[in-house]
């Protein structure tokens, strides 16, 4: 349902598109393996929302840049909303940090973007992955995609660090949600901080799907061709995220991973700064403005249960496989 935020100061009305479906666990794949029968955490998925006192469950809470949170039930985001002249739109998520553009179903067939792989800093992190024996573990994941916003399918490839010890694994993967994640072979398509990739998912037709990612400094490239039927293209999006699940469902604990830059953001091949981008702040990060070539940056600024911004939990690593 529409609502509006009540009068502070002045009246500022803002309504948000966007009702989300909770992300639903479910286990990593590695290329000849399957998926990981314990200890798995999938990249991608659908947004989750952040759970806030008195907002409605599934929904994303609304914010207008430079305000503080009201204090009492939030309102909730509505599809088909738009952005008040002169703001900006912000909505808070439990996994996703990034910029999105939202519409009617079948309004996006491709989006891309290049990033940086940032460094993981992984000291004093925990993990059962590689040989470790602890619960923990700290993951991030870099995405180029459609979907997952206002719908329940994600169509993605990115790259992620992760945290199992004191020693960061890096490496890329796609997605086609609900299926599983599939990793890519470190040993054919290494992956290392600072490396410059080159992602885009574009809709072929017929419920097929193609997915790109280039690897521009190691000169490697995988396409991927998927087919996911019913899939609504109703959002496009270029996120870092804080990947699912520990086995109650819950997101896992954020690497830090300093600033990943994000340049040449687009949507249907135009700047996706043309689209009226929604800002989307997960925990523990912070967003800059999207310049008009499609450029901002993501960046870590805390740890993991910073007041404010509860966690779902923690649980086992993920181990990653060739």
Same mark, same amino acid.
């Given at each position: ?21 909770? /992300? ?19 990249? %991608? ?16 809470? =609304?914010?207008?840049? %430079? ?7 939030? =309102? ?17 998520? $439990? ?6 553009? /939202? ?6 067939? $491709? ?10 800093? +992984? ?119 804080? =990947? +699912? +699940? ?13 600033? /990943? $830059?994000?340049?040449? /953001? ?57």
């Amino acid at each position: 349902m529409r609502r509006r935020w009540p009068a502070l100061a002045a009246t500022i009305p803002l309504a948000l598109g966007w009702a989300v479906l909770a /992300a639903h666990p479910a286990a990593a794949s590695v290329p000849g393996t399957g998926p990981a029968q314990s200890g798995g955490v999938q990249p %991608g998925g659908p947004v989750s929302s952040l759970s806030t006192p008195g907002m409605p469950s599934g929904t994303v809470t =609304p914010q207008i840049s %430079g305000l503080q949170p009201l204090s009492g039930p939030q =309102p909730q985001a509505v599809p088909g909303g738009g952005r008040p002249s002169g703001q900006n739109s912000v909505v808070t998520s $439990s996994n996703w940090a990034g910029y999105i553009a /939202a519409g009617s179903n079948g309004t996006y067939t $491709s989006a891309s973007a290049n990033w940086t792989e940032p460094t993981g800093h +992984c000291t004093g992190a925990g993990g059962r992955g590689a040989g470790g024996s602890g619960a923990g573990g700290k993951y991030a994941a870099f995405w180029v995609g459609l979907d997952g916003y206002t719908s329940s399918t994600v169509e993605q490839i990115g790259t992620e660090v992760d945290c199992s010890g004191s020693t960061p694994k890096y490496y890329a993967w796609y997605e086609i949600y609900p299926d599983a994640a599939l990793n890519f072979p470190v040993t054919t398509n290494p992956v290392s901080p600072g490396d410059q990739f080159s992602g885009s998912v574009t809709f072929s037709g017929t419920s097929t799907f193609t997915l790109v990612l280039q690897d521009i400094t190691r000169h490697w490239t995988k396409t991927v061709t998927a087919t996911m039927a019913g899939a609504d293209r109703s959002s496009a999006e270029v996120i870092a995220e804080a =990947p +699912c +699940c520990t086995y109650g469902g819950g997101i896992l604990p954020l690497t830090n991973f300093g600033t /990943a $830059s994000f340049s040449a /953001a687009t949507v249907n091949g135009q700047s996706m700064a043309t689209d009226s981008p929604v800002e989307i702040v997960m925990p523990d990060t912070s967003v800059s403005a999207v310049t008009s070539t499609g450029s901002f940056s993501v960046s870590y600024t805390g740890s993991p249960g910073s007041p404010g911004f509860p966690w779902f939990g923690s649980g086992p690593a993920r181990s990653v496989s060739d």
